[in-house]
């Protein structure tokens, strides 16, 4: 793998030129085993693969279009999305018509490279290019310094004061230090600018290059021929003070995306390539995570991620989960412990007995739903891909216009008036309005376990006015919770509890296990009080689905021999024979065979932060809805409970989402909150959806927004981030425009000089990238508190 | 007076030299991890 990295790292940066060597290193990628380490299959069909890479050389939202369109051409390329500010593609492809090697081809045909994404030479690609963005600032910086100096005697000097000998020498020097400039800090632009006239297209770099280009001209030209048609005045300071603008809007911007951005892609890129695996001997041996399998006997130290998911077999730790359940308190894991790949090993080096590895871990689920995400666009950075071509033409046709019109009087003026329109107009601003405002939130709520599947479910979201809650699952814990018991006299509750919990270990109803985790709690505290109990064995278990469980149960242990076994059932009134009693709630009752010994009555319990998260929605102006498929009275209490008011039961998911519609219609946006298990078409019928990620698997999952751990707040506080963030949008968006409208006609008229038109355009995108920003602090989701200790 | 005429082609050149120092600072990666080094007398290990 490494040999095909530098391979494609050297290839040669000409590509249109590139011949068959280029095309030799990619066939390496055609490789079944080389192309699953960047691609899946897909639930297209039969032999189609979703492969997502890195695009490099892109600049704007032109290119990313100009991506799409070259990968849709290539034919078995069945779908190609192209995320302008995350520079991901996701690409669909049948293996049967297409190798990766054609579609990347194809890339590298229209200009751009495309890279392997997840991978070890991405990183490395990537670290080359910060290195090469912050050199070329360097140079630039120091050269406007430099150039700086020579120009003021100009500026200052009276009349006679500076000899012509001394003023050429100080314009020789500046032309001397404004050609490293050019030739090497403006590089990447007159390559792009190049690269698009070549293809016929236009995009950002094109302006830009010319302003620099006719700028320098100008001023060579009145350096050594002082008396040409464009005068002998010179721009050397205006022109390297723009490029160190321009380079440092650039940098700054680099690093503010990979804050936001790569906030997404630091989660994804967490696994390290390389792990300690134990060898025939007992040794531990470094090896490439990728050979990991199953089995396998992993050490992590202290500081590192785990690779796979497995379960500890020595040592103990506490681990960081937060990417996968939205936890941010280490957790305690000891021996015989699930760890989870992705996670982090914060204190012990332990060693892991291999379980799963690979596509099969859920860190891989949750990464291949933030890759797709992030290559989806929301329908603001549609409409600015759209406008951003007519916009460029108008741009030029207005700098054209401009020189025109000045020409006759001072060509030299002229061609600096169109200098500066060219140089000040920003549509970069416009297209990266939306993007990086959003994929700031998604990074922020992936670290706060919540994962975003469409980042058009944000601005959906934050329209909405209505919130509807399942029940089961999300308002309440899956797990059903025993409230009380009520017994013959004469009988201890312990010695009820025990009794049922015999028979009900035998069975898988929920009513059961509620049952068994009951008595395992008082079993517990009984120990650590040091009395005696009696455990009870159980025989002959019959269970008839859905209405109770019979057995003969006798105590174990030394007593076991005086006291005969019982004849006991566990289950509904009517199994047991016996009226049922009226407390609220679900009850399943004990008896022998002289009649009732007990009644249990169970209840579900509600999320910890049901009522709060119910309340805080209500404070923000929204309706909340409950509806559920189980009987109305539980449905009532669990209503009451939480705070709702609006409550319907015994719902099918028909009548649900006839519920939905009937909203809908009414003229209200709804979010839905479900479990993501049996809700799906309601879930994919509401505005926006929530779904929690622990009931399904997440890749089946069909709602906007997953919720990874179990705090219901967390609908909450992606409720109020969405609002944020589509504020800040707006706020991007109006900045865009107003800043181009209010410079273009100031430079039209001659009234901006390029520096001002330079420092505007860096400070216009640098600002909407640090308004994005502010997206980007930590959520803090309060802990939950866990019932029953 | 004349002096300039030896110091702005020498100060030419002090650009190009500092620039050369900077392109073997950054070829280094010294600009890439500047908190760490100030932050590892804190660490234990």
Known sequence: MLTIATAIQDLPADFPSAGASARDVLALLDDPQEWSAFSRPSALGQGCWESSVVIEGMHCAACSLTVEDALKKVPGV????????????????????????????????????AVPANDVFASERRKRETRQALWRWLVAGLCMMQVMMYAYPAYVALPGDLS??????????????????????????????????????????????????????VSTVGTFEPQGIFGREVYFDSLTMFVFFLLTGRWLELRLRDRTAGALEALMNRLPDSVERQLANGQFARVAARRVQVGDVLRVNPGETFTADGVLTVGATRVDEALLTGESRPLARKVGDAVWSGSHNLTGTVQLRVERIGAATRFAQIVALMESASATKPQGALLADRIAKPFLIAVLLAAAGACAWWW?????????????????????????????????????????????????????????????????????????????????????????????????????????RALVNAQALRAAAVEKSHASHT????????????????????????????????????GSASFCAVPARCVPGLQVHLCDDQGWLATFILQEDLRPQAADAVRALQELGLDVHMLSGDGAMSVARVAAQAGIVQARGACTPQDKLDFLRQLQANGHSVAMVGDGLNDGPVLAGANASFAFGQAAPLAQSKADFVILGEQLMAVVQTLRLARHTMAIVRQNLWWALLYNAACVPLAVVGLLPAWLAGLGMAASSLLVVLNALRLAPRLTLSSPTKMGD | ?????????????????????????????????IESEGERILKDT
């Not at chain 1, 500010?85 to 751009?112: C, E, F, T």
């Not at chain 1, 400039?181 to 016929?200: E, I, K, Q, Y």
């Not at chain 2, 005429?5 to 070829?27: K, N, Q, R, T």
Request: charged residues 15%.
């Open chain 1, 408 to 512: 006759g009087r001072d060509p030299g003026h002229a061609l600096m008036v169109a200098v500066a329109v060219l140089v000040v107009t920003c549509p970069c601003a416009l297209s990266l309005a939306t993007p990086a405002a959003m994929l700031a939130a998604a990074g922020n709520l992936a670290r706060g376990g919540v994962l975003v599947r469409r980042l058009q479910g944000l601005e959906s979201l934050a329209r909405v006015d209505t919130f509807v809650f399942d029940k089961t699952g999300t308002l309440t814990l899956d797990a059903m919770v025993l409230h009380g018991i009520e017994t013959r006299d004469g009988l201890a509750q312990d010695q009820a509890l025990a009794m049922a919990a015999a028979l009900a270990r035998h069975s898988l109803h929920p009513v059961s």
């Open chain 2, 1 to 33: 007076m004349d002096i300039l005429y030896l110091l702005i082609p020498l100060s030419v050149i002090l650009v190009f030299v500092i620039l050369g120092g900077l392109w073997w600072a950054v070829d280094r990666g010294q600009f890439e991890d």
């Open chain 1, 78 to 113: 069945l779908s190609a999305q192209v995320g302008s500010a995350s520079r991901r593609a996701k690409i669909v492809w049948s293996s049967a018509d297409v190798l990766p090697s054609a579609w990347m081809q194809a890339v590298q045909a229209s200009g751009y490279r």
């Open chain 1, 164 to 217: 012509g000998e001394m003023e050429q020498l100080l314009r020789w020097a500046s032309w001397v230090l404004t050609l490293p400039v050019m030739l090497f800090s403006c590089g990447p632009f007159f390559r792009n600018a190049l690269r698009d006239l070549t293809h016929a297209r236009i995009s950002m770099a094109l302006p830009v290059a010319l302003g620099m280009l006719i700028t320098f001209v």
């Open chain 1, 535 to 570: 455990t009870w064995t159980c025989d002959a278990v019959t269970e008839s689905a859905g209405e109770g469980v019979a057995g003969w149960v006798q105590t174990a242990g030394p007593a076991a021999a005086d006291i005969k076994p019982v004849a006991l059932r566990l």
